[in-house]
T-cell receptor, first 114, second 109 residues
Framework: SAVISQKPSRDICQRGTSLTIQCQVDSQVTMMFWYRQQPGQSLTLIAT?????????ESGFVIDKFPISRPNLTFSTLTVSNMSPEDSSIYLCSIPGRRATEAFFGQGTRLTVV | AQRVTQPEKLLSVFKGAPVELKCNYS??????LFWYVQYSRQRLQLLLR??SRESIKGFTADLNKGETSFHLKKPFAQEEDSAMYYCALSGPVLRKLVFGAGTILRVKS
């Protein structure tokens, strides 16, 4: 299985500021996914990040709010911009595993916006 | 529309009792179904895939296409099974996962 390192593991941020979350994988992967888990809710896919192309965003998520970088096959960042308390969530990065459609997850970033 | 429904937020059972975590799905096509588990202070990890028809840690799950269900079962619960369980589906190509709301399983001694 792959090793996925995500940081920071948690942060408390002021509203109106931005936070960049990093995801590092120990192997090269074509696709990386970013999910959000709001308090008491399930995981929702934000976007798919492919190396060498723009991220593909799911309905309800836009690039201006959640810009994503994918500079190489082992690394991605997700920025949560102009934060408000509603952005308080756990953000997770994920990669598909070798077996078809299995996914591995980072440990998550717990974001609190005050 | 793709949707996964887990009707129970919390399931509390005694050690040794049978467990069934319910999962129903909506998908136009042939989805792949999964159960993911998150133990306390650990990351989300795969428990079962429907295509492998395996038993992991005593858990099994059968895909019932007629009822569009993928319930997770274990005949005798153990305290170490206490965790959050998520049912999820993905399409065969894009690999994006759609998750249910999750069920907390609490096994009491």
């Amino acid at each position: 299985s792959a090793v996925i390192s995500q940081k920071p593991s948690r942060d408390i941020c002021q509203r109106g500021t931005s936070l960049t979350i990093q995801c590092q994988v120990d192997s090269q992967v074509t696709m990386m996914f970013w999910y959000r888990q709001q308090p008491g809710q399930s995981l929702t896919l934000i976007a798919t990040a492919n190396q060498g192309s723009e991220a593909t965003y799911e309905s309800g998520f836009v690039i201006d709010k959640f810009p994503i970088s994918r500079p190489n096959l082992t690394f991605s960042t997700l920025t949560v911009s102009n934060m408000s308390p509603e952005d308080s969530s756990i953000y997770l990065c994920s990669i598909p595993g070798r077996r078809a459609t299995e996914a591995f997850f980072g440990q998550g970033t717990r974001l609190t916006v005050v | 529309a793709q949707r996964v429904t887990q009707p129970e937020k919390l399931l509390s059972v005694f050690k040794g009792a049978p467990v069934e975590l319910k999962c129903n799905y909506s998908y136009s096509g042939s989805p792949e179904l999964f159960w993911y588990v998150q133990y306390s202070r650990q990351r989300l990890q795969l428990l079962l895939r429907h295509i492998s028809r395996e038993s992991i840690k005593g858990f099994t799950a059968d895909l019932n296409k007629g009822e569009t269900s993928f319930h997770l079962k274990k005949p005798f619960a153990q305290e170490e099974d206490s965790a959050m369980y998520y049912c999820a589906l993905s399409g065969p190509v894009l690999r994006k996962l759609v998750f249910g709301a999750g069920t907390i399983l609490r096994v009491k001694s």
